[in-house]
């Protein structure tokens, strides 16, 4: 295998959930640059048609699914339907998430929670739909979407914190379960990523997030673009030995 090929995504079908916009729109662009058609998953049909018009003007196939990963019957019709139109799943892209600042004595306990169901059950769902297809084949890619909270703690942040040490460690235990059959699954240690998601927080509490930058060697928080080779490699044939990692891409925030 080539150097160039260990990297290649011809030929194959990733999924992308919260597909519409941030991480979810680059990476699914990102994944198309290397030759994946994608599927994308979302609520936001708008957001949708504009990640799907990137894919396509990549030269990739785009498929356009209106579902809420909180839906796991809504999942399993999404994982029959990108079987039905592309013939395979090779790659799950777990990044559907929302957060709450707000600390432990403030946050409501239903928001709480509501954090909880997006972040780990959405993946939880995600994974029980799209990975049966992998399995049937042998061979597939699983990568959550954590955070430099899967394995530190930060004020105001315990929903947040609370979900991504969750998905780390279900990433962990499925890789147990699935690695048998040739499926990988890995989550992404991101710091903080300026996205849709947190744009406003970043302005809005700049000492907050002055304080990540200062314990950050690199001395800046992250650009989407930061996050794309990790991601190709944990979607490739190149990461074919890597399960149950947690690789975190923080401008070396956790290396203290």
Do not use: W
């Amino acid at each position: 295998m080539s150097s160039i090929s260990r990297f290649s995504l011809e030929g194959q079908v990733a999924v992308v959930t919260g597909g519409g916009g941030g991480l979810g729109s680059a990476g699914a662009l990102a994944l198309a640059e290397a030759g994946a058609d994608v599927v994308l998953v979302a609520r936001n049909r708008t957001k949708l048609e504009a990640a799907a018009a990137a894919v396509e003007g990549a030269g990739r196939r785009a498929l356009i699914i209106e579902a809420d990963v909180g839906d796991l019957p809504a999942l399993e019709a999404a994982a029959a339907q990108a079987v039905e139109e592309f013939g395979r799943v090779d790659i799950l892209f777990n990044n559907a998430g929302i957060t709450n600042p707000q600390s432990l004595l403030d946050v409501a306990p239903d928001d709480f929670m509501r954090v909880l169901e997006v972040n780990v059950g959405g993946a939880f769902h995600a994974i029980r739909a799209f990975v049966k297809p992998m399995l049937d084949r042998g061979y597939g890619r699983i990568i959550n979407m954590g955070s430099i909270l899967s394995g530190r703690g930060m004020a105001n942040r315990s929903a947040y914190c609370a979900s991504k040490a969750a998905l780390a460690n279900l990433g962990a235990a499925c890789a147990f379960e699935f690695g048998g059959a040739g499926v990988t699954v890995n989550t992404l240690g991101a710091t903080v990523i300026v996205t849709d998601l947190n744009r406003e927080l970043v302005r809005t509490q700049p000492e907050l997030y002055a304080q990540v930058v200062r314990r950050t060697p690199i001395g800046r928080l992250g650009e989407t673009e930061d996050l794309m080779g990790a991601l190709l490699f944990l979607a490739s044939p190149a990461s074919g030995f890597v399960t149950g990692q947690t690789l975190y891409v923080d401008g070396g925030y956790t290396a203290g």
